[in-house]
C-alpha cells in the first residue's frame, strides 16, 4: 500500500532516506534512492576531470570510475557476461546520487555541522563485516573488508558521512510529515472504489501469415535497424603465462636439505615435556623451609602447609621447557629440566617469588631425524625455490619490457608458452567459435587486454591465487560494428516480420478499443473485426487490489483505473506479446466510513509520503544554496570512455 502512495503523492524520495538508510548504504554502497532533483548544468570553473561540484565538495572521474567499477561487480555476480555497457542505465542514478551525498556534506561544512572523524569510526565500528573474529574491529579485519568491498579507507570514509549528513539531518525533517484524517479520509474511499468492465488480448503471433519480406525490404530494414545488429569490439590476445609449470624443475638439493635441518633442530631435535607440582612464595626463609622438609621426604603440599595460605601448591601437566620458562623464568625452566622425576628443585628466585618445585613426571620426546623429515623439508624448500625463480622470471620479462622488447622479444626471454585466443568480446566470448572459453584464471588478462592500445607495450599482470603471471597483447582488433546481413539473415527476417504483425496487431487494437468507446461491447467489437483471437472477458477489481499487490500489477488492471465509465482503451501486452483492449462499464464509488481502520493505516501511509516529500524539498533547498555545477560535457565525454572500454 505504501507504493501506492507513494504514487499518489508523487514523492521521489526512497524510504532510504528515513534512519535505515545507513544499513542500506552499507550493504551495497550505493546512496538512497535519491534521483532526478534537479541541479545546476553549468560546468563553468571546473577542471574536464570533475564531473559535477556543490560547495567545497567535488565528483571527479576517478569518483565515478569506482562506483561504477563496484556496481559492475555487483552485476556480474547475477550475470558474468554483464560489461559497462550493460549497466549503463544505472550511470545517471549513480552520479545524482554522488551530487545528493555531497550535497548535504558541504552543507554540514558549511554550517559547522559535526561529522567528526570519531564520529565516523564509531560507525566504521558498527559494520558487521569489518569485524574479527573475536567481534572487534582490527586493522586485519578493517584492511580485509575494503578489499572485499573495493574501496579505500577515504571512500569508505565519504560514504559513511554521506550517510550520517542523511541521517541527522533528513530525518528530523522527515520525521515531521502527519497528515490529518479529514485528508486521509477520502483517500480510503478512493481505495474502496470498485470498476467493472471487460477485457481482450490481440495477440501479435495472429498476424504473421503470409508475411515474407523481400530482399529490398530486407534490405532497407536492415540499414534502418542497423545499431540493433551491434557486434562489440572484438579482438583477439596473446597471452603468455608465467606459472608454476615454468619452475617446476627447480628443487632443493641434498645440502640445502641437510642445512635446514640443521638449522632448525629446536624443531627436529628429541625433547621432553614434564609434570610440575610448584609452590612460590614471597621470602627465600620461608622457600627454605618448605624445600627442606619436601626433601625429607614430605609432600610438597604438606611441606608448604606450615607457611599457610600465602603458599598454595599448583600443578603444571605437560610442560614443554619453553612454556615452563614463559611461566616461571628461563633460569628455573633450566634447573627443573635439567633435574630427575621425582626431584625437589628450589628455592629458586623468579619474578613472581621464590619458587619450590617437585617433579612429578617426565615424557621423553623422540625427535625426527633428517631422513624422516627429509621429504617435508624438501617440499617447503622446494615451494620457496620455486616462488623465487617465477619472481626471478616475472622480473626478467619485465625488465626486458623496460628495455623495449615487444611481446613476442619479452616472451622469447623468458622462454614462456604463448596462447593466440580467437576473436573474443569484452566479455571473453567468442562469435566464431562458441565452445571457446578463456581459463577463468586469466580474466585479469582478458580485462587489461581489451584497455590497451593497438601500439602499448605489453602488460604483464598477477594471477589470482598464486597462478603466477601472464604477459597480454592486442592482436587483431576489430572495431563495433553491425554484424554482415548474411550471417545474420534469419534474425533480420524475424525482426521484420515481427514489426509487421505488430503494427497489424496495433491497428486492430485500436479499432476494437473506437468501436467500444463508440458504444459497443467489446465482445460485439472483436466480431465486428472478425480477428482469430479468443473472446473478451469480464474484468473487476476495487482500487485497493492495486494498493495491497505484492508483485507486478497487470496494465489492464490499472487502465481500468485510469478510465471514465463508458470508455475504451489499448494498451501494450507485457512481455511484448501483443496488445490488450480494456473497457470500463461501471465505477461504484467507495465508502469509507465502512472501513475505519483503513482510515488509520491510509493515514499512516500518508504521512510517510508527507515526511519523504518534506525530505525531498529539504534537499532540494540545499542543493539550491549551494548551487550545484554539473559539467555535462565531461559528464558525457566520461560515459562514452565508460561505455567503450566494455568492462
Known amino acids: 500500500m505504501s507504493a501506492f502512495f507513494r504514487r499518489v503523492s508523487k ?29 545546476g548544468n553549468l560546468g563553468f570553473g571546473m577542471s574536464s576531470g570533475t564531473l559535477a561540484s556543490v560547495g567545497d565538495q567535488d565528483i571527479t572521474e576517478r569518483d565515478m570510475s569506482d562506483a561504477m567499477q563496484r556496481r559492475l561487480t555487483q552485476a556480474r555476480q547475477d550475470n558474468p557476461g554483464a ?3 550493460s549497466i549503463m542505465s544505472d550511470f545517471g542514478p549513480i552520479l545524482d546520487d554522488m551530487i545528493n551525498e555531497r550535497s548535504l556534506i558541504a552543507f554540514s561544512d558549511k554550517y559547522s555541522f559535526p561529522l567528526s572523524k570519531r564520529l565516523i569510526d564509531a560507525e566504521i565500528a558498527q559494520i558487521p563485516g569489518a569485524k574479527g573474529l573475536n567481534g572487534q574491529v582490527s586493522q586485519e579485519s578493517y584492511a580485509a ?53 471487460e477485457a481482450a488480448v490481440v495477440p501479435i503471433a495472429a498476424f504473421t501469415a503470409g508475411l515474407q519480406p523481400t530482399d529490398a525490404q530486407l534490405q532497407q530494414y536492415y540499414s534502418a535497424n542497423s545499431k540493433r545488429y551491434m557486434v562489440p569490439e572484438q579482438r583477439t590476445l596473446r597471452i603468455a603465462r608465467i606459472g608454476p609449470e615454468q619452475v617446476s624443475g627447480v628443487a632443493a638439493t641434498d645440502q640445502e636439505i641437510m642445512a635446514y635441518y640443521n638449522a632448525n633442530q629446536a624443531t627436529y631435535a628429541p625433547s621432553d615435556t614434564r609434570s610440575l607440582s610448584q609452590v612460590v612464595v614471597p621470602d627465600q626463609a620461608t622457600a627454605n623451609a618448605i624445600a627442606a622438609r619436601a626433601k625429607a621426604g614430605a609432600t610438597l603440599a604438606a611441606a608448604a602447609a606450615p607457611a599457610g595460605a600465602n603458599a598454595a601448591v599448583t600443578t603444571l601437566t605437560d610442560q614443554t621447557r619453553a612454556a615452563y620458562s614463559g611461566v616461571a623464568g628461563n633460569q628455573a625452566a633450566t634447573a627443573v629440566f635439567g633435574a630427575g622425576k621425582g626431584a625437589i628443585v628450589g628455592p629458586i628466585h623468579s619474578d613472581f617469588g621464590w619458587v619450590v618445585v617437585k617433579i612429578d613426571g617426565v615424557k621423553a620426546g623422540g625427535g625426527k631425524t633428517l631422513a624422516q623429515v627429509k621429504a617435508e623439508i624438501a617440499a617447503k624448500l622446494n615451494d620457496q625455490k620455486r616462488k623465487a625463480a617465477l619472481e626471478d622470471l616475472d622480473s626478467k620479462v619485465e625488465d626486458a619490457i623496460s628495455n623495449g622488447s615487444n611481446f613476442d622479444e619479452a616472451a622469447s626471454a623468458g622462454k614462456l608458452p604463448v596462447i593466440t585466443t580467437p576473436l573474443i568480446t569484452a566479455a571473453g566470448v567468442s562469435r566464431t567459435d562458441p565452445s571457446f572459453k578463456l581459463p577463468p584464471e586469466l580474466a585479469p588478462a582478458l580485462q587489461s587486454g581489451f584497455q590497451m592500445a593497438q601500439n602499448d607495450e605489453p602488460d604483464v599482470i598477477s594471477l589470482p591465487n ?33 514489426e509487421q504483425a505488430t503494427q497489424r496487431a496495433r491497428n486492430a487494437a485500436n479499432q ?80 469509507a466510513i465502512t472501513a475505519p481502520t483503513l482510515i488509520a493505516q491510509v493515514q499512516g501511509e500518508l504521512g510517510k509520503a508527507a515526511s519523504q516529500d518534506y525530505a525531498e524539498e529539504f534537499l532540494n533547498a540545499v542543493k539550491r544554496q549551494l548551487k550545484v555545477k554539473r559539467n555535462n560535457s565531461a559528464i558525457e565525454a566520461f560515459r562514452t570512455r565508460l561505455t567503450s572500454s566494455g568492462g
Open 83 to 85: 560489461d559497462y555497457p
Open 512 to 591: 476494437i478499443a473506437a468501436k467500444a468507446s463508440a458504444g459497443s461491447s467489446v465482445a460485439d467489437a472483436l466480431k465486428s473485426v472478425a480477428l482469430p483471437v479468443e473472446a473478451s472477458k469480464p474484468i473487476t477489481a476495487r482500487r485497493i487490489q492495486i494498493a495491497m499487490a505484492q508483485g507486478p500489477v497487470s496494465p489492464a488492471l490499472r487502465m481500468l483505473f485510469s478510465l471514465r465509465a463508458g470508455q475504451s482503451r489499448m494498451g501494450a501486452a507485457p512481455q511484448g506479446g501483443g496488445f490488450f483492449v480494456v473497457k470500463v462499464n461501471k465505477i461504484t464509488p467507495g465508502n
Open 466 to 498: 598464486d597462478a603466477g603471471y601472464a604477459v597480454v597483447s592486442p592482436g587483431q582488433i576489430v572495431p563495433a560494428a553491425p554484424a554482415p546481413l548474411a550471417s545474420i539473415r534469419a534474425q533480420v527476417a524475424g525482426d521484420w516480420i515481427n
Open 11 to 39: 514523492s521521489k524520495v526512497g524510504t532510504g532516506l528515513m534512519a535505515a538508510v545507513l544499513l542500506a548504504i552499507l550493504a551495497g554502497f550505493a546512496l538512497a534512492d535519491l534521483s532526478n532533483f534537479g541541479s
Open 145 to 197: 573488508f575494503l578489499r572485499q568491498q573495493r574501496l579505500t579507507d577515504a571512500q569508505l570514509r565519504q560514504v559513511l558521512a554521506g550517510a550520517l549528513a542523511q541521517r541527522y539531518l533528513l530525518t528530523p525533517v522527515a520525521a515531521a510529515g502527519r497528515v490529518p484524517l479529514g485528508v486521509a479520509t477520502p483517500y480510503t474511499s478512493m481505495l474502496l472504489e470498485q470498476r467493472d468492465g
